[in-house]
């Protein structure tokens, strides 16, 4: 915080001289520190730890940690995408919910339990482990973009941002087609 200090209106209480807060002075800075970033990261990376993306997808990636501290604002384009976290500035960007994006993925088989298949049950092993994942990231982040970059022909880096006190974080994993 930046006090100042004002001068005493006439009639006030003599030597009397009350503080003025400057709203000019820098942004306040977080709170919370490395440790707790560092937390974040590893529940992420715990969280994601197996998981490997292969919707609509030729082959299987896994997801990885990204973040970029300072940010306060989720990107907009594939300029801003590109600063924050390294992908192509000049390639294709296209954006969707959060939950539109774990939708597929949350998908749990139809019918009692007692009876799936093992197949069927390990489908929702997976979906279980997406629905903490998507969990997991709503706890550390206010909101939330789920970013496509078309890099190349072949592949679309996905990124999983979201905003909260230390900038920009996440998950990216990549899309093979």
Do not use: H, M
Not at 100 to 108: G, M, N, Y
Request: charged content about 20%; some cysteine.
């Amino acid at each position: 915080f930046n006090f100042t200090t004002k001068e005493n209106a006439a009639g006030s209480i003599p030597n009397y001289t009350p503080l003025a807060f400057n709203n000019s002075a820098a942004p306040l800075e977080v709170c919370e520190g490395v440790a707790e970033r560092e937390a974040e990261k590893v529940a992420l990376e715990k969280a994601s730890n197996g998981l490997t993306f292969t919707l609509d997808s030729l082959a299987s990636a896994p997801f990885t940690f990204v973040s970029k501290d300072g940010v306060t604002a989720l990107p907009t384009d594939a300029a801003s995408l590109a600063a924050a976290v390294g992908t192509d500035p000049n390639a294709a960007v296209t954006t969707q919910s959060l939950a539109d994006f774990f939708a597929p993925l949350k998908v749990l088989p139809t019918g009692e339990s007692s009876t799936w298949t093992t197949e069927q049950k390990a489908q929702a092993s997976l979906a279980r482990k997406y629905i903490a994942l998507e969990k997991q990231f709503g706890y550390y982040y206010r909101s939330a973009t789920v970013y496509t970059v078309a890099t190349s022909a072949g592949r679309e880096d996905i990124v999983l941002l979201g905003l909260n006190g230390w900038g920009v974080g996440g998950l990216k994993t990549i899309r093979f087609k």
